[in-house]
């Protein structure tokens, strides 16, 4: 990698396209949350970032492509995080602390506001094939946490696919409510809903521990 005589790193071109192309879906990422996605337009999008809406056009294919990309962001880091607490030695219990505040974070992002918030439903079929079976990855590793749970006896017996989608409905409802200057943080609002889901769902057994 070249540098300058005054020893700053000169970024290659990928490099400059990729941190334009992450600019527009940060930026379209805080419209969506704050406007919708269907009150927010292209225009929208190329007047705040002081371009041109052809400009747009070089980055990515539409808005909904901009949802996607978005989307895909989240989930696939997402999903990283949560291939770490599955592989970890803990009891199931522990593993689902952990996930809901890896999740609950997720909210501090641009990106992971959007899972919730518009989500993937203004999705056409074309890109909703592509990240659906992310999410149903997503929601059957937290079903295997409850699992693991009821096995080593850590959590009482319940309906792990109920519970999971109470747990996730709990949580992605907050993009509703949560405001970032808001009464608690994110790390706050976690220990609360960490104690609530799992208080519900330790054993006797567990609690004494």
Known sequence: MSKTRWGHTVQSKDEQYELKRMAILRTAGRLFNQKG?????????????????PTLYYYIENKEDILYQCLLTAITHLLEQT???MSSPKLGIEKLTDF?????????DEFGRCLAHPGW???SPKYLDKIDPLYQKLELAMRQMLNDGKEDHSMRACNSKITAFTI???????????????????????EEMAALFTGGLQTPVSRST
């Open 168 to 190: 996730f409905g709990a949580i992605n409802w907050m993009t509703r409510w949560y405001q970032v200057d808001g009464e608690m943080n994110t790390r706050e609002i976690a």
């Open 83 to 85: 291939d770490t607490i």
């Open 121 to 123: 439903e203004p999705l």
């Open 100 to 108: 809901i505040h890896l999740f609950v974070s997720t909210f501090d």
């Open 37 to 53: 996605f269907r009150a927010t337009s292209l225009n929208d999008l190329a007047h705040e970032l002081e371009v041109t809406k």
